[in-house]
């Protein structure tokens, strides 16, 4: 919203406070100012001039010699070399002395042989913006009407001495969409006197209802349409104080007619509508739905098909308006109109936000449509609208308004108490002060002690409940007045929760060990949504779950695994030549067991990450390593000897995964996750590279971390080392075969490492040889080699037993 100062203070006093002091005083009372312009600067050497003669330059086409009276004993010759300029013109003369913007000096010249004593201006030359100029004089001279008087100072003429202020206002405050509103606003603000418009017609002896009948089928979306009658009206120009001020708020002078009603629009905030009386063909306005693909051309010459959701006037057959959006081209006010139908309505605000969404027509109209008007302020616009145009356009109203009626123009009562005010707002405020609050406001109210019962009037259509009312009390109060205080229970300082903290310390863990945090997509395409799901996860027969209005076809499903995505990223990336890639992502996934949800997804948390091409990558030294299943592995070994938790690894057999390079990761016997390397033909599908992922139920190990930190000693008495190697069946894990020797061995075995495997050539055929480290250790005391060959031997004899394996010589 546009706020012309010069403008607003025909409503409520503000010449004693400067445009800052009064932007502030209504930001701080909860309409934001948004910005602060001066149309002009204040020149009293520039002045109206009279153009008594204008002839050619004598050595220049393109130049005029004038003769300017600008109120002076003298006229001031002028070489002008603007194209409009012409005898008998009023015109801005800027005299020797001034200073233009730019700090252009005004001197006396002479141009090609012709002395000059100075400059008709343009508004440019002025320095006004051109959005505050009009298209007719947007590239010559301005030329003012004729009821002005030669060598009065230009800036009341042109409202250079005007400022506007930029509102933005929040979708509540309708009520500031107008000049009134904020009038009101700022009376209250400033306690100061409210001089409203005094509306009086000088009706003429014939009847509006002998010349119209109004009828309202779409009775719900139409409460109120009331038909004015103007006739012998002349269209001209505005007056020019009428066009300035509509320019300030940003709206483009067309003629008085049109001008008149958005200059009551703009004051109001009630949109109008003048139709051609003699093109209506009819004496009959219904409105009424429009059928399906009926049609009309709207005032922008766009033939537009509508639907029964549009709200059209009509002339009883055919629409000559969109109601409350546009009108009917065939209905326009013209040159030649002599006779209008003034519109004065209320139309449903739903049904107006429908037409302007559909059509795109958005208008000062619409606007103030879609967000509700003052029913109360209807009628009143209309008739003040007739007593401009009888005044600036010289016509003549037809006795009374033709309308239908059925709108609802009841205040809404609110209940505040003073004692609950000061408890929610922590003031101190007497009755007396909120009653004074209201007065300012221009409510009505009853009081009974500290019980106010409020009318709230219907320009306030904010306002309906307690909480709205507080909120009024408060701003008018001021919000810097109210006190504030630091709270009485004792502070306590911010801290992670358990699981925060958890959490960073595996992003920590996996981001030292060489990966980098991703972030995908939730929202996941079809194809993706059955993928690389954990058996964990699968052993609940999930439903994928596909949002209604997905913003595209790659964005439809809630993911069940992080890892097509993060697939999709390396994709993405190996594509743009980047191949060594490491990426990690902790987020949630979203399950549900019904295949028409009734109920939110279970949504629970997974770690997951891809890796592909080199994972030692140093060329001075010749070292090479490709990522491979056991760097995979390592890294979330690393990642659980961090958070003391003990796992297992399991060859398994899972979609989209090498049915030989794949595990499945248990914690106390039940399944947490997979690791492993993609499947050849996805990697061919996905155009990637020999890749391998994994994925982790964080919720479960989120749950069984219970560790703190502690620490162990450094061990004071020497380790014994022990090396051997199994002859094992192949389809034996070497996993099993280490958690028994550690299972055998505690609490002197604190280590065992697989350091070697190996099948082939000297083995018998379907035998492989895998070796173990063991470390032996006693915190107390140094061990004997016969406490050490006691449990070596045991373990082996076990070992064998176990697994019908032996000792490789």
């Known amino acids: 919203m546009l706020v012309s100062l010069n403008w607003l203070n025909k409503y409520v006093d503000i010449s004693n406070m400067s ?281 922008d010459d766009v033939e537009r098909q509508l639907t029964n959701d549009d709200l059209v006037i009509t002339n009883g057959e055919k629409p000559i308006a969109l109601a409350g959006v546009m009108g009917g081209a065939n209905t326009e006010v013209h040159d030649g109109t002599t006779n209008i139908l003034l519109e004065a309505a209320f139309f449903d605000p739903g049904s107006v936000r429908k037409t302007v969404k559909k059509t795109g027509l958005r208008s000062e109209a619409s606007t103030r449509f879609e967000k509700g008007v003052d029913p109360n302020r209807v009628r009143e616009a209309g008739q003040r609208a007739c007593q401009l145009l009888e005044k600036y356009a010289n016509g003549k109203v037809f006795r009374g308004v033709v309308e239908y009626d059925r709108l609802d123009r009841s205040e809404k009562t609110v209940m505040i108490h003073t004692d609950e005010i000061n408890k929610r707002l922590g003031s101190e405020m007497t009755s007396e002060e909120i009653a004074d609050i209201l007065r300012k406001l221009r409510f009505e109210y009853k009081q009974e002690e500290k019980q106010f019962t409020v009318q709230v009037p219907t320009r306030r259509g904010d306002i309906s409940i307690f909480e709205d009312m507080l909120e009024e009390v408060a701003r008018i109060y001021g919000y810097d007045n109210l006190p504030f205080t630091l709270p009485k229970h004792f502070s306590q300082v911010g801290t992670l929760t358990k699981r925060q903290q958890l959490m960073r310390k595996m992003k920590t863990y996996l981001q030292s060990a060489g990966l ?108 090479n390593q490709s990522v491979d299943f056991f760097v995979v592995k390592g890294i979330l070994e690393g990642l659980f000897h961090y958070l003391q938790l003990p796992v297992e690894y399991k060859a398994s057999e899972l979609p989209q995964m090498h049915p030989g390079r794949c595990a499945t990761i248990y914690m106390n016997n039940e399944p947490i996750g997979f690791l492993g390397q993609v499947h050849p033909l996805v990697q061919i599908e996905m155009d990637l590279k020999e890749t391998y992922v994994f994925d982790l139920n964080g919720e479960a190990i989120l749950d069984a971390h219970t560790h703190h930190a502690t620490y162990d000693p450094i061990p004071k008495y020497p380790s014994i080392e022990r090396d051997i190697a199994f002859i094992l069946d192949q389809d034996v894990l070497a996993g099993d075969v280490k958690s028994l020797i550690e299972k055998l061995g505690s609490p002197l075995v604190k280590e065992v490492q697989i350091f070697d495997v190996y099948s082939g050539e000297h083995l018998p055929e379907g035998k492989k040889s895998v070796a173990y480290h063991l470390v032996y250790q006693d915190p107390n005391k140094t061990l004997k080699d016969d406490e050490v060959e006691e449990s070596f031997k045991q373990i082996i004899d076990q070992v064998n037993k176990t697994f019908n394996a032996y000792v490789r010589s």
């Open 516 to 623: 980098m945090e991703a972030r995908t997509y939730s929202l996941t395409k079809e194809v993706y949504a059955s993928r690389f799901i954990s058996p964990e996860i699968q052993a609940r027969n999930p439903y994928p779950i596909s949002v209604q209005k997905p913003m595209t076809e790659d964005h439809q499903y809630l993911r069940l695994s992080l890892v097509p995505e993060l697939l999709k990223s390396m994709a993405y990336n190996k594509a743009r030549n980047e191949y060594n890639l490491a990426f990690y992502e902790m987020g949630n996934i979203f399950i549900s067991d019904e295949e028409k949800i009734t109920k939110q997804p279970n949504e629970e948390m997974r770690i997951s990450g891809a890796l592909t091409g080199e994972w030692v990558d140093h060329k001075w030294q010749g070292a």
């Open 19 to 299: 445009p800052e002091e009064l932007a502030e005083r209504i930001t701080k009372s909860g309409i934001e100012v948004d910005r602060i312009e001066y149309i002009g600067e204040a020149n009293p050497d520039v002045v109206v001039g009279y153009v008594e003669t204008c002839e050619k330059h004598p050595d220049a086409d393109k130049l005029n010699v004038c003769q300017v009276d600008v109120g002076q004993d003298e006229a001031l010759q002028i070489v002008c070399g603007a194209p409009n300029v012409a005898k008998g013109q009023k015109v801005i003369v800027a005299k020797p002395g001034a200073t233009l913007p730019g700090d252009m000096k005004i001197k006396k010249v002479k141009l090609r042989g012709v002395e000059s004593n100075g400059m008709i201006c343009s508004l440019q030359e002025l320095g006004i913006d051109e959005k505050y100029i009009p298209s007719e004089y947007a590239d010559g001279i301005y030329v003012f009407p004729d009821d002005v008087t030669v060598g009065e100072r230009i800036e009341p003429l042109l409202n250079m001495d005007d400022v506007v202020l930029e509102f933005d206002l929040t979708p509540n405050r309708a009520d500031s969409l107008s000049m009134l509103g904020v009038a009101y606003e700022v009376a209250a603000i400033l306690d100061q006197p409210l001089h409203l418009p005094e509306v009086s017609i000088n009706e003429i002896d014939e009847e509006a209802d002998q010349q119209v009948k109004v009828n309202v089928e779409a009775t719900d979306l139409c409460p109120y349409y009331g038909a004015f009658i103007v006739k012998n009206v002349e269209i001209k120009p505005s007056p020019l104080w009428m066009q300035h001020y509509l320019i300030a708020a940003g709206i483009r002078p067309i003629n008085n007619v049109v001008d008149i009603t958005n200059y009551v629009l703009l004051e109001y905030g009630q949109p109008l509508h003048a139709f051609d009386y003699d093109r209506l063909n009819s004496k009959e306005i219904l409105v009424r739905r429009a059928n399906d693909a009926e049609k009309i051309v709207t005032l």
